[in-house]
């Protein structure tokens, strides 16, 4: 019983290690790659999906999306793509969309006409090549809400500093154990030790009480034999 409970106990803790270990790596991936416009991951990059605008038929707020770079010239209607918004009401930030047509701009530059499917109603500012930041290649569902978990102050107490916690008292715990089995095994050595010397002395104790008997039933028979030849003369 308590063997396979060791057990139990190993696997608990090596899940929790890896556990820890993998937020810890998903964390840092995550701050260094998602809705980082200017970094990809094999031509790939993420951004986390804030609204419901798509929610509709394609993907809900707290998805992470991932977009592949792409020539903006081989995109038509129907393809969704992220892009920079040049909009006063959400300027920078990014934005993926359905494109509803291809069209050319005031300037006569290539654009794309893009829409929300949840409201269908056409963004305010049409999108040209330079602000294009890639083709929607698929999404990863409620990941974005659990990164932007990890970022609070809870997030970080519940996955991260607690389980490091609970492996530090594992550990210690484990110090403890081995340090008290430590001290025993000192401790019985000790007594193994004092008890054996204190066989030896009884030992010692009992030859000095043959050695004094042999001595002293010598010297009895030493003083017995001029009192026998005092009788024969």
Known sequence: ?????????TVLVWLLVVATVGIMIFTFISVNTFDQANRSIFG?????????SMSATDFDAGDIVFVKNCDPSTLQ??????YTSQNPNNFGDTVTHKIRERVTNEYGEPAFITYGTTTDTNDET???????LGKYSGRIPKVGS???FLKTTPGYILC?????????LYQGWNCIKIFRKYREEQ????RAEREQLEEERRQSAEMMRELQALKEQLTGKSNAEPENKDIDS
Do not use: E, W
Request: proline share 6%; glycine share 2%.
């Open 1 to 9: 019983m308590k063997k396979a409970l060791n057990i139990i106990s």
């Open 126 to 132: 049409p999108v040209t090549y330079p602000y294009v």
């Open 44 to 52: 790939y990059k993420f951004f986390i999906v804030r609204s419901d």
């Open 77 to 82: 209607a129907g393809d969704i793509i992220a």
């Open 146 to 148: 659990f990164f932007q």
């Open 187 to 190: 401790l019985a050595a000790l």
């Open 160 to 168: 991260i500093f607690v389980p490091f916690l609970l492996l530090i």
